[in-house]
């Protein structure tokens, strides 16, 4: 079946930076993109942007450019997402989800499924 | 950036109850409108994609409905496992971007 498994939770300290790993199985891995949203404690969700699995494009959520990279790894089937410079307001859960959008991003219509279980990073002095 | 608000945040329902949950966005989206369901402590499951799709393997009382700038969630008759939290996402133009969610509660 398809599935996302993300690597475990962090702890870091204002300032540093977090790399937060997504294994894909149970499709061919560059047929489709993957987005990330993340979910700050008791509040909404928040999407950060989103790396085509095929040809690394990016499409990158305005307030985090500059400090946010993600990347693939096709050999292993891995989506990775690094956030730098970490603020207290960082602190959430962060979940990785398969797009269905692999190519140009401007195209409207994609979407989420399935999702990774999720990873919690916490911010903390 | 497109802003979605979703109506209510949060109802009161019984089993059995038929649900509806509005999503409106602040410009036309075509029907580029997803849901999703939030347990607690979970990740988010599709429900529904492309406003009116149904994802495969999720029951037939969930659907959706509407196009350009108003939609709907219905949960035609509520079972006990439906108690959740309920997102729309916008997926017309980046940033992608979610409505602040609807909390369905036991009543």
């Known amino acids: 079946q398809v599935q996302l498994v993300q690597s475990g939770a962090e702890v870091k300290k204002p300032g540093a930076s977090v790399k937060v790993s997504c294994k894909a199985s149970?499709?061919?891995?560059?047929?489709?993109?993957i987005s990330w949203v993340r979910q700050a404690p008791g509040q909404g969700l928040e999407w950060m942007g989103w790396i085509s699995a095929y040809n690394g494009n990016t499409n990158y959520a305005q307030k985090l450019q500059g400090r946010v990279t993600m990347t693939t790894d096709t050999s292993t089937s891995t989506a990775y997402m690094d956030l730098r410079s970490l603020r207290s307001d960082d602190t959430a859960v962060y979940y990785c989800?398969?797009?269905?959008?692999?190519?140009?991003?401007?195209?409207?219509?994609?979407?989420?499924?399935?999702w990774g279980q999720g990873t919690l990073v916490t911010v903390s002095s | 950036d497109i802003q979605m608000t979703q109506s209510p945040s949060s109802l009161s329902a019984s089993v059995g109850d038929r649900v509806t949950i509005t999503c409106r966005a602040s410009?036309?989206?075509?029907?580029?409108l997803n849901w999703f369901q939030q347990k607690p402590g979970k990740a988010p499951k599709l429900l529904i994609y492309?406003?009116?799709s149904l994802q495969s393997g999720v029951p037939s009382r969930f659907s959706g409905s509407g196009s350009g700038t108003d939609f709907t969630l219905t949960i035609s008759s509520l079972q006990p496992e439906d108690f959740a939290t309920y997102y729309c996402q916008q997926s017309y133009s980046t940033p992608r971007t979610f409505g602040q969610g609807t909390k369905v509660e036991i009543k």
């Open positions: 410009q036309s989206i075509s029907n580029y």
């Open positions: 149970g499709y061919t891995f560059t047929t489709y993109g």
């Open positions: 492309a406003a009116s």
């Open positions: 989800a398969r797009d269905t959008s692999y190519g140009d991003y401007a195209e409207g219509g994609s979407w989420f499924d399935p």
